[in-house]
Nanobody, 123 residues
Framework: QVQLAESGGGLAQAGGSLRLSCAASGRNVGTLDMGWYREARGRGRDAAEFVAGISWSGRTYYGNSVKGRFTISRDNANTLSLQMNALKPEDTALYYC???????????????WGQGTQVTVSS
């Protein structure tokens, strides 16, 4: 079982930046694929949008809506980050840290999810 705790959400203006962090603990965290998803208001977690992912070997993947603006990284074996630049109002969402991917990066499914951190971008 993997435990995930997000931090760093908040309010930003359009064009600004925020950095999200995820503290991970549990079995073999350093060997797991990890990622970020986001849930727009009222849509439910099942409709969450894939934002970015990073394999255990360091390969990165991004959703089309954030390419060139967001950067995913592992600060260390237990900390995942998401640097968000050039923020837009449509980036407003509840952001989830995820770990332990099953399937493939073309259709990922993550077994472990954090509680989420809210990001709100004002225009």
């Amino acid at each position: 079982q993997v435990q995930l705790a997000e931090s760093g959400g908040g309010l930003a203006q359009a064009g600004g930046s925020l950095r999200l962090s995820c503290a991970a603990s549990g079995r073999n965290v350093g060997t797991l694929d990890m990622g970020w998803y986001r849930e727009a208001r009222g849509r439910g977690r099942d409709a969450a949008e894939f934002v970015a992912g990073i394999s255990w070997s360091g390969r990165t993947y991004y959703g089309n809506s954030v390419k060139g603006r967001f950067t995913i990284s592992r600060d260390n074996a237990n900390t995942l980050s998401l640097q968000m630049n050039a923020l837009k109002p449509e980036d407003t969402a509840l952001y989830y840290c995820t770990a332990d991917m099953h399937g493939s990066w073309t259709s990922p499914h993550f077994a472990s999810w954090g509680q989420g951190t809210q990001v709100t971008v004002s225009s």
